[in-house]
């Protein structure tokens, strides 16, 4: 039997040190990231989950360690090769991050213009695509964020997060904010589009129905390191007081129950 074919790794951090001052967030943090999963990333408050997902992007240089994205480090290269490389990523923040001067539509054709030549014309026809794929009415581009509920920014955020075809995508708690049936319309957005476009997907939330609707793997960020980062199902078997409150909680038995109905 042939043994199986080694999965590309997009992400690649090891021995990651996040320090400021004297607060140690990250101390020895190890991660793959592989090309086509969905992988969520959980931890309590101050585990440093955000801190993890700048680094990666290389807004943030590591104390020590390597972070290694597409197999590059962004801090080596120069302008023009880390511009590429960061072509390659979409963001989704929290809470949407859009511009509130700008349409929608204009939101979505911010890094059409910065990072392409397309003409005018040609970029509100990839913005107006982008729109749809994030399951948005073609009448929202000419709305502007304070006019939009929070599922619709969250949508508009993700269709500017995917304006330049990117490899991967980051989403920074996607579903907060968002009533359940918002939520779960917007997980399954999500693994639409990776299925559809072959995305990866670095996914930072704390939303239990989502681990387990989407995530291919679970990464748990405690103690400073990822302490496991496995299929769901092992993760919640994984010796550990926080896993254990995490995922055998009332919270927790309450996702499972829903995930076993469907």
């Not at 080694?6 to 943090?29: I, W």
């Not at 302008?79 to 949407?96: D, K, M, P, S």
């Not at 005018?120 to 982008?130: C, E, F, Q, S, T």
């Not at 994030?134 to 964020?145: C, Y």
Request: net charge neutral.
């Amino acid at each position: 039997m042939n043994a199986a074919a080694p999965r590309e790794v997009l992400v690649e951090v090891r021995g990651l040190r996040s320090q400021f001052g004297a607060q140690v967030v990250h101390e020895n943090l190890d991660l793959d990231v592989y090309r086509g999963e969905i992988l969520g990333v959980v931890g309590g408050s101050g585990t440093g989950k955000s801190v993890l997902l700048r680094t990666i992007l290389g807004l943030r240089r590591p104390d020590a360690g390597s972070v290694r994205l597409f197999g590059e480090n962004l801090h080596e290269l120069s302008e023009a090769r880390r511009v590429a490389i960061e072509r390659r990523c979409g963001v989704l923040f929290q809470n949407g991050a859009l511009f509130s001067s700008l349409t929608v539509s204009e939101n979505v054709r911010v890094p059409l213009l910065e990072h392409t030549q397309l003409a005018l014309r040609d970029a509100l026809r990839v913005a107006a695509l982008k729109i749809a794929l994030a399951g948005l009415s073609p009448e929202v581009r000419h709305k502007f964020p304070a006019e939009l509920s929070g599922g619709m920014v969250k949508r508009a955020g993700l269709a500017r997060a995917l304006a330049l075809d990117p490899d991967i995508v980051f989403l920074d708690e996607p579903t907060s904010g968002l009533d359940p049936i918002a939520a779960s319309a917007f997980d399954q957005l999500i693994r639409t589009l990776r299925d559809a476009l072959g995305l990866t997907v670095f996914m930072i939330t704390h939303d239990l129905d989502s681990l387990h609707a989407i995530c291919d793997r679970v990464a748990v960020l405690a103690h400073q390191r990822v302490i496991v980062a496995d299929a769901l199902d092992k993760v919640e078997r994984f010796d550990d007081p926080w896993i254990r409150e995490y995922f055998q909680g009332p919270r927790g038995r309450a996702a499972q129950s829903v995930q076993a109905i469907a």
